[in-house]
C-alpha cells in the first residue's frame, strides 16, 4: 500500500467512468449536494403554500450536509476554511432546529408556518 488509508484510496468500482473519487470525497460532495438541496425542499414547500415557508426537512439537510462537508473538511481534506465555512452553519441550524420544534413541537400539525 501507498500509505495512505482506504478513506483516502480511490474506490474502485468507480474506476471504469474515469472518476477518481475517495470516500472522503464521496462524504464531502454528498455533503455539499445535501446541503445546496435543502434549497429545492425550501422552493417546493413555499410554492406549495404560496408564502416564504422553511420546512423542517430544510434544518434536517442543513444540519447533514454541514457535519458531512465539515468532516470531509476536518478528516479528508484538513482545510482551515472549509472547516470555518461549515462549522457555523451547523450550530445555526442545529439553533434554527431547536426553535422550531419548541414552537411547533415534534409533531408538525401542532402550528402553521
Known amino acids: ?9 480511490p474506490i474502485a468500482w468507480l474506476a471504469w467512468t474515469g472518476l477518481h473519487m475517495s470516500p472522503w470525497k464521496l462524504i464531502g460532495l454528498t455533503g455539499a449536494l445535501m446541503f445546496g438541496g ?8 413555499s410554492k406549495r403554500y404560496g408564502k416564504p415557508v422553511i ?8 444540519i447533514l450536509g454541514s457535519v458531512m462537508t465539515l468532516a470531509y473538511f476536518v478528516f479528508g481534506k484538513n482545510d482551515s476554511v472549509g ?3 461549515n462549522l457555523f452553519p451547523t450550530f445555526t441550524a ?3 432546529l431547536w426553535l422550531d420544534i419548541r414552537h ?3 409533531r408538525r400539525d401542532k402550528a402553521t408556518h
Open 94 to 96: 442545529c439553533y434554527s
Open 55 to 62: 420546512p423542517r426537512l430544510f434544518w434536517y439537510m442543513s
Open 38 to 45: 435543502r434549497w429545492v425542499v425550501q422552493f417546493v414547500a
Open 1 to 9: 500500500m501507498d500509505g495512505t488509508g482506504f478513506m483516502d484510496s
Open 83 to 85: 472547516i470555518l465555512q
Open 104 to 106: 411547533r413541537g415534534w
